[in-house]
């Protein structure tokens, strides 16, 4: 008998108002309907809240949250603030940044900052346009593939 497949866990990490984080797992779910789980780990209770009612299967907020939950996804996603420590006006802890750096998830990074950091090379399309990317041409593969 066949061994049920399990669903690969997405973590969407977003922080003040969880704009960003809606969008993507709009676009998520959109391709993907409830064949992935996503979780959405917000710095705050309002990004958590928000992040939820875009469908996202659980949500927590908080340092505690991320630092517990990050370690168990297959993937993490967020924008480049989820990697540096105070960003989003100080949402994101050293410990968040450095749990989010250090786990063994895939890291599917939107090059969107407000932190004085540009990242060369990248181009600056409009957030749809990266969701977009980063759904169709980096999340499909790796949910398409065998575990």
Known sequence: MAQPVARK????????????GSTIIKKIKELFGESVEIVALGTNAIATAQMLKSRA???ASGENAI??????????VGTLGIMLAHAMMGEVTPR???AVCGCGAVKLILPI???NVDVIGVSRDPLPHLVDTLVIDHL????RAHP
């Open 96 to 98: 968040m940044a450095e």
């Open 140 to 143: 499909t593969p790796l949910i």
């Open 9 to 20: 866990t997405i973590c969407v990490i977003d922080g003040q108002g969880g704009g960003i």
């Open 67 to 76: 630092v517990q939950t990050v370690p168990r996804a297959d993937v993490v």
């Open 113 to 115: 900052s407000q932190e």
């Open 57 to 59: 299967n659980r949500g």
